[in-house]
């Protein structure tokens, strides 16, 4: 499991007998996990039973329904070594104990809800060595379901990032679409969203996370990800960038709005300095690639909203991993286009969209207790309390 140690040590504290529901999102860079546990008093104590006097209960036919109090877990593992995921399954004996110990419908036992590219290319293996078959869902309405849901049922998932400070935003059920949601992932996809399960992708671009990581790995030799970014946070891109003031000897352009600290060429630098790339630090080359990236997704996405009249862009995918100048590279970016119209807005669990969304397809969650993690990144605290019905 990478870069998920805290995580790790919440696990290591979850009841290793009593998963249930698991979805996956199986992506090009990443393969992201969520998964519902009740915890072991906790099952006993809170299951409730169906009752009329009961708040909780549902009764629906002739079925009686149970809620379970609960946790949804997140996690992820590098698409590359997914055999972790696979032992992570096996160990969790997540087919056999978990399942019925919760009392879920035994049907479902052998099946794993999964979404992204990876629910094709792995289905095999997940059969061969787990003896579980995946139920596709479709990538795009997950990202979308994985979303509104955090949208709608988490206080304090979406915010704001400007001048280094992130503004919590209270998001209005009734006035939550149209929105524009812009999927930062290996390669990056933009959703126009209309409202459950209404929604168009309306764009996308091949220069996404994968780019970032792919071509920072090659230019600076970092071995990990958060290496990279950790060496991104100590660079200086004016080292490598051709800014408005190198073009126009130290002056501004201001008739057509760029100061001389904007970016006029990303890289342009190197051109004219006879530098070999050992001779840059590799600090400032992961700088300037992350700026590169992060503008460029901010004005697509910008011009994406302007096409669709949305005024709210909201921006997931585990690229921005809560990093603060990647989430004010991109905040800069849409104020900067849109003259200030436009918001751009970052999401608490922005690489669980899709996992979540997929989970969702379970038709399980009822409601949800406590639904609001501490303030702070999802790698500090990957847990959602909620309330899960099951049929018996
Ligand atoms: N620990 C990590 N290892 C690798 N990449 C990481 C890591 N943390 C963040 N990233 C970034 O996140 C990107 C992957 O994001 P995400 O998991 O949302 O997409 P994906 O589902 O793998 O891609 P796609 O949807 O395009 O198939 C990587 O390309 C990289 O930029
Ligand atoms: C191909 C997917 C949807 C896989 O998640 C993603 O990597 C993506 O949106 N790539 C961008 C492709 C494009 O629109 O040019």
Not at 138 to 146: D, Q, R, T
Not at 153 to 160: G, H, K
């Amino acid at each position: 499991m990478d870069g998920d140690r805290i995580e790790e040590a919440t696990l290591a504290n979850s009841p290793v007998d009593e998963i249930s529901h698991l979805a996956l999102d199986i992506g090009g860079s990443l393969i992201k996990m969520v998964y519902f546990s009740t915890g072991s008093e906790q099952s006993t104590d809170k299951t409730q039973k169906n009752s009329s006097k009961d708040s909780h209960g549902v009764s629906g036919g002739n079925k009686h329904r149970n809620l379970l109090n609960g946790r949804l877990y997140f996690l992820k593992f590098e698409t590359s070594k997914i055999n972790e995921c696979l032992d992570f399954i096996q160990s969790k004996q997540l087919r056999c104990r978990g399942v019925q110990h919760c009392g879920f419908p035994a049907s479902d036992k052998n099946i794993i809800k999964a979404t992204g590219g990876g629910a094709f290319k792995f289905a095999d293996l997940f059969k061969e060595k787990l003896d579980i078959s995946l139920d596709k869902v479709e990538e795009m309405s997950s990202l979308v379901s994985g979303a509104n849901f955090l949208l709608k049922a988490v206080p304090s998932e979406a915010f704001t990032y400007v001048n280094g400070q992130r503004n919590y935003v209270q998001i209005d059920h009734n006035d939550l679409y149209p929105y524009l949601l812009v999927n930062i992932g290996s390669g990056v996809s933009m959703i126009k969203v209309d409202g459950d399960g209404k929604y168009e992708r309306v764009s996308g671009t091949s220069v996404g996370g994968g780019t970032f990581w792919g071509l920072g790995k090659l230019l600076t030799k970092c071995k990990s990800f958060d290496d990279l970014l950790e060496m991104s946070h100590q660079g200086n891109n004016r080292v490598i960038d051709m800014l408005v003031g190198d073009i126009y000897g130290g002056m501004d352009y201001l008739k057509i709005g760029l100061s001389s600290t904007a970016i006029a060429s990303s890289f342009g630098k190197a051109i004219s300095e006879n530098k070999e790339l050992e001779e840059y630090k590799p600090e400032d080359v992961a700088r300037s690639l992350l700026r590169m990236i992060s503008n460029n997704i901010g004005q697509i996405a910008y011009l994406n909203a302007l096409r669709f009249g949305l005024k709210r862009i909201f921006f997931g995918g585990f690229f921005i991993r809560g990093h603060a100048y990647t989430m004010d590279t991109i905040s800069v970016a849409v104020d900067f286009w849109s003259k200030g119209e436009a918001k751009a807005m970052f999401l608490r669990h922005e690489g669980f969209l899709g996992a979540l969304g997929a989970f969702m397809n379970y038709k399980l969650v009822e409601e949800f207790t406590n639904s609001n993690p501490p303030v702070g990144d999802l790698n500090d605290n990957g847990i959602i309390e909620c309330c899960v019905q099951v049929s018996s």
